[in-house]
């Protein structure tokens, strides 16, 4: 849950966490990214994916400096609480106790850093899980807090939103035709319209509802309780997916090498700007679960240099994922789920390997879909709960998870247009959780920390991008992309 402190959990080797990192930041965002680089063009693709790389990047190392001041505040409030149990006790310490505790008195007058004694943990090290909303509660006002989780909870919306099409949407490709009974999914040159028939009577536009109904009444339910992703199960579609991106990768070249690459993009075509802003964001979005991340990481020496060696690994997979999408298959045949592209007869021989791919993010979503849905629920519980109140049965059981379920289904129900579903929630949303919020973090904890420590305290997790210019040109990056972003989508309804 984004508004607590929570247990640091089993302890793993940096190499481990950079694993783990690159399993969070490369998911469901990675299959939409293909398309968006085909309608963008492939050198302004490449231009704006590295760039947003390197945004996303100073943003993480500004929510790691957060959480560090976050521990070194925490850490000095349980040494005053210490402190008076102390001196609660003094009626019946001894005279050696007296003299330590005016030794500590002494101390505690000095600058923070000089009670700490050669050889004890450095006040900065980063040993409580500090999620992003209780960092929020300590370091921005009641306003800041609130503002806060509205944003974690539309970006929520728009996560579940783009999980309840994806699925519905990957079965119908999958399981429907024009014909309504090709066993090869899409084939080349089709162009389907969710007017054409399935099955018999029944329209394309109407299986994919089926499907949604089914999905939200298998799914749905688990909103009501508190579910966990396991160990197990994380490690399962972990290898789901990288089986499924080597997959496509290697099939893409095989067919470029083998002269049948199909793709041709242009240079640039700035129209496809706006929803390629908003799958990069969305693809590099990992500042909301870096505490839980990062904390457990037993060796945290070198931490900025393996998050930067991170962002290379995750760029140069983006850039190897959608090269060879967009120069293997034509620009207008692309699918906003990559995957269903591999669905075709001509390009996959082998029905297994089809289906498999076809149906990979049926199997992967539905895993994560009740662990947002809880997640969401939770935040909504913490902006509404008032200390020391409870919420009546009712309310806690069936209101909450009731107004998280609902909206994001009645979306999909409405739309199944993934690439603009992940677009705008990236573009909106996400420039909040990615851009705005890290940045506000990182500048009110470092006012906070030289307060409370003194001038010549430094946290030993402090960005790179220490001086104040990167906190205002990250928020002066998100004031123009929400203004871009606006002005294109006004723009294109205007013409339309």
């Known amino acids: 849950m984004a508004g607590e402190i929570t247990e640091t959990g089993e302890l793993y080797s940096s190499y481990v ?16 990214m293909p398309k968006a680089f085909a309608t963008a063009g492939w ?20 929510v790691i400096e957060a959480m560090a001041a976050a521990n070194a505040q925490l850490r000095w409030k349980r040494m005053e609480n210490l402190k008076e149990e102390e001196d609660d006790d003094s009626s ?11 030794n500590y008195e002494r101390a505690e007058k000095r600058p923070i850093l000089s009670v700490q004694k050669r050889g004890s943990p450095n006040p900065f090290e980063i040993t409580d899980r500090v999620e992003m909303g209780q960092m929020a509660s300590m370091f921005f006002n009641k306003v800041g807090v609130n503002l806060f989780y509205f944003c974690i909870i539309v970006y929520l919306y728009g996560d579940l939103a783009i999980y309840a099409a994806a699925v519905p949407f990957s079965l ?3 399981t429907c035709s024009a014909a309504g009974n090709d066993s090869c999914g899409v084939e080349a040159d089709t162009k389907y319209n969710d007017t054409d028939r399935c099955w018999g009577p029944l329209r394309r536009v109407d299986a994919y509802r089926i499907y949604l109904a089914i999905f939200t009444l298998l799914l749905g339910p688990f909103t009501f309780f508190d579910v966990q992703k396991t160990k197990y199960l994380q490690i399962l579609t972990s290898l789901m997916r990288w089986i499924a991106f080597a997959v496509m990768i290697v099939l893409a070249l095989v067919r470029i090498g083998h002269g049948q690459g199909e793709g041709h993009p242009p240079l640039a075509d700035f129209s496809g700007v706006r929803n390629l802003f908003g799958v990069c964001v969305y693809s590099f979005m990992c500042q909301h679960s870096l505490p839980s991340l990062i904390t457990p990481v037993s060796s945290k020496r070198h931490l900025t240099r393996l998050v930067f060696l991170d962002y290379v690994l995750i760029l140069a997979f ?18 906003d789920m990559y995957t269903l592209n591999f669905a075709r007869c001509d390009v996959v021989r082998l029905a297994a390997v089809r289906f498999f791919l076809g149906l990979f993010p049926v199997f992967t979503i539905s895993t994560n879909f009740p662990i947002i849905a809880v997640t969401l629920r939770n935040n909504w519980k913490t902006l509404f709960h008032r200390e020391g109140g409870t919420y009546p049965w009712v309310v806690d059981r069936v209101v909450f ?9 009645l979306v999909a129900f409405c739309t199944h247009d993934l690439e603009s579903l992940v677009g705008i929630t990236g573009a909106y949303a996400g420039t909040g959780i990615q851009y705005v919020i890290p940045a506000f973090l990182v500048y009110h904890c470092r006012r906070d920390t030289q307060l409370a420590f003194g001038c010549g305290v430094s946290n030993k997790h402090r960005s790179p991008f220490r001086h104040t210019f990167w906190v205002g040109f990250v928020l ?13 989508i006004v723009l294109s309804e205007t013409k339309l």
């Open 17 to 32: 966490g950079l694993v783990y990192m690159f399993n969070l930041i490369v998911g469901t965002g990675a299959l939409t």
């Open 43 to 62: 050198l302004v693709s490449l231009i704006l994916l590295v760039f947003l790389g390197f945004m996303s990047f100073v943003t993480t190392t500004f």
């Open 92 to 102: 019946t310490a001894s005279d050696s106790d007296v003299l330590i505790r005016d």
């Open 172 to 174: 119908m490709q999958v």
């Open 318 to 335: 983006y850039g190897l994922l959608s090269f060879t999408a967009i120069f293997c298959f034509r620009g207008d045949s692309l699918m």
């Open 401 to 409: 998870p009731t107004i998280t379920l609902v909206p994001p289904v």
């Open 476 to 488: 002066l990056w998100a004031f123009s992309c929400f203004i871009f972003v606006t002005a294109n």
